[in-house]
Structures are given as structure tokens and as C-alpha cells.
């Protein structure tokens, strides 16, 4: 990315200048049982009714190794600064660990998915860095988003079965740009439970597979400004899914690139939503 850029309040990208199988019947796991509180009176409702709603890690990268090829990512300690309000007022105990290299990054996540979660009612991890397709950038290189998340997968953290593991994901996804297009107005129980080991995620990416992510080198990201604005105007009024449908309308509709290197200006971007949550999400109980 262009120097002139980063000094100037412009925008950056957070990025780098089928087979069928035989079904197999899986052996049955008895210790995969939900731990979490059943809540009889909203049974589409995750419960929030525990000790504590729970822990919220933001991975901040800024500085990257020069062998990395990386350039400094200006104003994602705005970004930073702004999900540790807003977790904060949704109660949760917040965490901030900034420039940390892909080990880093994994013996965190490991230690936190080890710990006991069994008097918290959810989970919340935002990573904010340079990324690719697939991949996350620590300060020394790249890891794989999937090796991180399925630290917390039903099988590996157990007390965190049953409830809700939010993933906040601000980094590229590719190198494509969206140039957007016009368009007219169209306004007008109790017993135990086997769940997949996979359920209960949800996963809010800055940006659609394939292309870059904005972020604004003064006021930071364009997702997460508008993920924390939300959050502050409807964290205590509205489900987490009609939240980030909020999300996106902001991002679609409100930001537009401004950028000195040609074919880079005048640039969109639509945020990705991608929910395996079995209930709704309400962070105020």
C-alpha cells in the first residue's frame, strides 16, 4: 500500500501486495453433551443468566516483520480501543494482546479454550490483522483462521458446549476489489443433549471470500467502526443476527473508498455473516 496512504487518513486493505465420499458411520461420543443451561422459557434463546456472560480477546496486529512484506497497519488501534468499549458494555471481561506472532497468537487461544468457561455464557475472540483466503497474518507470518477457531470446537472446550462462540474477523480475504454497482431505491430442556461439535459458532468477516478488507488509516476499519456503532445503539434492544444485518447495511451503504493509487478508489465492500448458532443471541438477559 502506498506510503502517501497511510499518512494521509486514506484507505488500506488488510491484505499481501467435488468428490463424494462413502458415508462412514461416526463412533458415538458419550462426553459430547451440552453443559450449557437449558432456558425453558426461550428455548430459541441462548441462556445469558450465568456468573459472568464471558471473556472477549482482541488480537491486535499492527507492526509486521519486514520479511513478511506487510506494511503498518495505521488505525487499527482505533478498532482496537473501540470493541473494548463496546464488549466492555455489554459485560464482558475484555482482553487486548497487540503484534503477537502466530505462535503467539495459537498458545493464547489454546490456554483460554483450556481454561473453565463453565460460569460463563459465551465466548468472544476478534482478530484484527493482515490476512489472506483462509489465513490470518501474525506479526512473523501467516496461520490458518480454521486451526484457531477449532481450539473451541465442542470436542476440545468442553465447557463451552452449548453456547455461543462469536468470531469478529477483520482482515482480507483475497485481493479482489467490488466496485459496486447502482441501483434504484427498493425501500417501500433438562435431559442431556448430542449437538455437533461444530455448532454454536459464528464467524463475521470484514469482507466476502476473495477480496480486500478497507480500513481507514485514521478512523480505523470500516467493519469494525460500524460493528461497534451498532453494538452501542442496539447491543441491549436487538438480536446478534439483526445486529449485523445492521452491519452490513452501514458498510454497503455509507463507505467508499478514497485512495491516491489508481484502481483503488471509488471501491465497496459487503461483510460476510457465516452462523452455524443453533439459538438467538441477546446479549442483555
Not at 502517501?4 to 501486495?17: E, Q
Not at 458419550?30 to 459472568?52: E, G, I, L, T
Request: charged letters at 25%; proline letters at 3%.
Amino acid at each position: 500500500m502506498d506510503s502517501r496512504d497511510l499518512k494521509s487518513g486514506g484507505d488500506a486493505v488488510d491484505a499481501n501486495p467435488v468428490i463424494l465420499k462413502e458415508t462412514v458411520e461416526q463412533p458415538q461420543d458419550d462426553d459430547m453433551q451440552v453443559d450449557a443451561k437449558p432456558d425453558h422459557a426461550h428455548p430459541y434463546r441462548y441462556n445469558m443468566n450465568y456468573p459472568s456472560i464471558g471473556q472477549c480477546i482482541i488480537i491486535n496486529n499492527k507492526n509486521f516483520d519486514k520479511k513478511t512484506g506487510m506494511n503498518i497497519r495505521n488505525g487499527t488501534d482505533v478498532d482496537a480501543g473501540n470493541l473494548l468499549k463496546s464488549f466492555k458494555m455489554q459485560g464482558y471481561k475484555v482482553k487486548v494482546f497487540n503484534d503477537q506472532t502466530c505462535r503467539q497468537i495459537e498458545q493464547c487461544l489454546q490456554s483460554i479454550a483450556r481454561e473453565d468457561h463453565s460460569k460463563e455464557a459465551s465466548f468472544v475472540c476478534a482478530l484484527l490483522s493482515h490476512g489472506d483466503e483462509g489465513v490470518l497474518y501474525g506479526t512473523d507470518g501467516c496461520i490458518e483462521i480454521k486451526r484457531l477457531t477449532s481450539l473451541f470446537k465442542g470436542d476440545r472446550c468442553k465447557t463451552l458446549v452449548g453456547k455461543p462462540k462469536l468470531f469478529f474477523i477483520q482482515a482480507c480475504r483475497g485481493t479482489e476489489l467490488d466496485g459496486g454497482i447502482e441501483a434504484d431505491s427498493i425501500e417501500s430442556d433438562s435431559s442431556p443433549q448430542k449437538i455437533p461439535v461444530e455448532a454454536d459458532f459464528l464467524y463475521a468477516y470484514s469482507t466476502v471470500s476473495g477480496y480486500y478488507s478497507w480500513r481507514n488509516t485514521v478512523s480505523g476499519s470500516w467493519f469494525i467502526q460500524s460493528l461497534c456503532d451498532m453494538l452501542s445503539k442496539y447491543g441491549r434492544e436487538l438480536e446478534l443476527m439483526q445486529i449485523l444485518t445492521r452491519v452490513n447495511h452501514k458498510v454497503a451503504l455509507e463507505f467508499e473508498s478514497s485512495s491516491t493509487i489508481a484502481g483503488f478508489n471509488y471501491k465497496k465492500q459487503i461483510p460476510c455473516i457465516v452462523s452455524m448458532l443453533t439459538k438467538e443471541v441477546h446479549f442483555s438477559h
